[in-house]
C-alpha cells in the first residue's frame, strides 16, 4: 500500500513539473532575439514635395505636375526650409557653383549691351531753299560733303521779283527822307509803302547789310546765300545757271559736332534704360577709343520684327 502512495506522489510532481516547463516555454516562445543595428532601418522624414522640372512650385502632399510627372521628394537632411528661404545641402552648393559673401549696401548697375549706328542730329540739318523763283548764276560750293563754315558764301541767284523789290524799297526809303516837311497823311503812306517793302525784302531772307545798301541806292542785281552753320554739304542740287521754283531746296547742310547713336534696346531690357542714363559707345573703326554720351530720347514705339526699341 505504501508503495503505490509513494508511487502516485511521484507522478504528480513529474506532472506539476512538466506542466510549469510547458508554462515556462510556452511564455518565452513569443519573445523574440533581438535585432542588429544593421538590420534597423530609420524612416527619414520627407519635409515637401517639389517640382521634378526645377521650377520654383513645393507641395506638401505627393501630386503630380501638368505633365503628369510625380513631385519628388525632400527629405530632412537633403535640404532644410527655413522662414525666408532654402538650404542646400554642401554637395548641392559644390556641384552648382553657388558663392557666398557678406551682404553689403552698394548700388547695382547693369550694364545692357546693344548695337547701334551712328546718324545726324535731325535739330542740326539746315535746308537752304530760296523763297522766290529765279535763277542760279554762281556757285561758291560746289560738291557735296564739302565742309562750310558758317557764313560762307554758297551761291549767287537772280531773280526779277528780288530786284523789284529791291527797287521799290530803296525809292520808298528815300522818298521818306525827303517828305520830312509834307503833311502827315503823305508822309504816314509813304512810311507805309517802306514799311512793306523791307517786311517782302525781310521775309526772302536778305541780310540787314544788303537792306542797308538799298537805302543809299546801291540795289544789286544778284544776291548771295550764306552758310547758315559749319557742316558738311549732305546734299546739292544747285547747278549753276538752273532755274529753282520757290521752296526749292538746294543745299541741306548738317552740323556734325555732335551726332546720334541709335541704339537697339531688346524689349526685356527697355525698363532699365531712362533719359539721362550714361552711355558708352565703341565703333570698329576706332577699336582703341571709347566715347562717353547720354541717353537723350527713348522711342515710345517697338519694332514687331525684331521686337526692339
Do not use: C
Request: proline fraction near 4%; charged fraction near 25%.
Amino acid at each position: 500500500m505504501k508503495k503505490i502512495i509513494v508511487l502516485v506522489s511521484i507522478i504528480v510532481v513529474v506532472s506539476i513539473i512538466s506542466a510549469g516547463s510547458y508554462s515556462l516555454g510556452k511564455r518565452f516562445s513569443g519573445v523574440t532575439a533581438p535585432a542588429t543595428a544593421d538590420a534597423v532601418k530609420v524612416e527619414r522624414k520627407i519635409l515637401y514635395y517639389r517640382n521634378p522640372m526645377g521650377l520654383p512650385d513645393t507641395s506638401p502632399v505627393p501630386k503630380k505636375d501638368a505633365m503628369g510627372m510625380d513631385y519628388v521628394p525632400v527629405y530632412d537632411g537633403d535640404a532644410v526650409q527655413e522662414e525666408g528661404g532654402v538650404n542646400i545641402s554642401v554637395e548641392k552648393v559644390q556641384k552648382l557653383g553657388v558663392k557666398s559673401e557678406a551682404a553689403t549696401l552698394r548700388g547695382l548697375n547693369k550694364t545692357i549691351q546693344a548695337t547701334g549706328r551712328v546718324e545726324i542730329d535731325e535739330r542740326r540739318t539746315y535746308t537752304i531753299a530760296p523763297k522766290f523763283e529765279g535763277w542760279v548764276e554762281h556757285l561758291y560750293v560746289n560738291s557735296t560733303g564739302e565742309t562750310v563754315n558758317r557764313g560762307q558764301a554758297l551761291f549767287d541767284v537772280y531773280s526779277p521779283e528780288l530786284v523789284s523789290a529791291q527797287r521799290e524799297y530803296a525809292i520808298a526809303a528815300q522818298g521818306e527822307a525827303k517828305l520830312e516837311n509834307a503833311d502827315e497823311e503823305t508822309k504816314a503812306d509813304m512810311k507805309q509803302l517802306a514799311d512793306a517793302s523791307l517786311a517782302r525784302l525781310k521775309n526772302w531772307d536778305i541780310t540787314p547789310g544788303e537792306i542797308k545798301q538799298l537805302t543809299t541806292g546801291k540795289s544789286r542785281r544778284s544776291l548771295t546765300y550764306y552758310a547758315p552753320v559749319s557742316g558738311i554739304v549732305l546734299e546739292k542740287k544747285a547747278v549753276q545757271g538752273m532755274r529753282f521754283m520757290p521752296g526749292e531746296t538746294l543745299y541741306q547742310i548738317a552740323d556734325l559736332s555732335q551726332v546720334w547713336v541709335l541704339a537697339d534696346i531688346n524689349e526685356q531690357d527697355i525698363g532699365q534704360v531712362k533719359t539721362g542714363s550714361d552711355a558708352q559707345v565703341s565703333i570698329g573703326a576706332y577699336p582703341d577709343k571709347f566715347f562717353k554720351g547720354k541717353v537723350a530720347f527713348v522711342y515710345p514705339t517697338l519694332n514687331s520684327a525684331t521686337r526692339t526699341v
